[in-house]
Nanobody
């Protein structure tokens, strides 16, 4: 059974940094693209960043380019999201997603809360 567990959420002041981790098990991690999404109440879940199965291709939402870095460690079956210069409007629940390369559906973690406040 596939499991994705996010760690590293918390509270930080604007301009601060956090690093999220997504520990996985139950599927072939190095065959899956990994993504981070975020969602606030009343809004749709939005893609923040994606990394392909090899780690060679990364895509970011325009709003986070230059501030967030997505990475993965295939030997540890873990994906990461380094977030810096955080803004209050980025307060959200952040979700990890894994999907096989070329597929639409995948697996989700339970989410981790990130709160950016003055």
């Amino acid at each position: 059974q596939a499991q994705l567990v996010e760690f590293g959420g918390g509270s930080v002041q604007p301009g601060g940094s956090l690093t999220l981790s997504c520990a996985t098990s139950g599927f072939i991690f190095n065959a899956f693209d990994m993504s981070w999404y975020r969602q606030t109440p009343g809004k749709e879940r939005e893609l923040v960043a994606r990394i392909d199965s090899t780690g060679s291709r990364k895509n970011y939402a325009d709003s986070v380019k230059g501030r967030f870095i997505i990475s993965r460690n295939n030997s540890r079956k873990t994906a990461y999201l380094q977030m810096s210069s955080l803004k209050s409007e980025e307060t959200a629940v952040y979700y990890c997603n894994g999907r096989p390369t070329g597929f639409v559906n995948g697996y989700w973690g339970q989410g981790t809360q990130v709160t950016v406040y003055a």
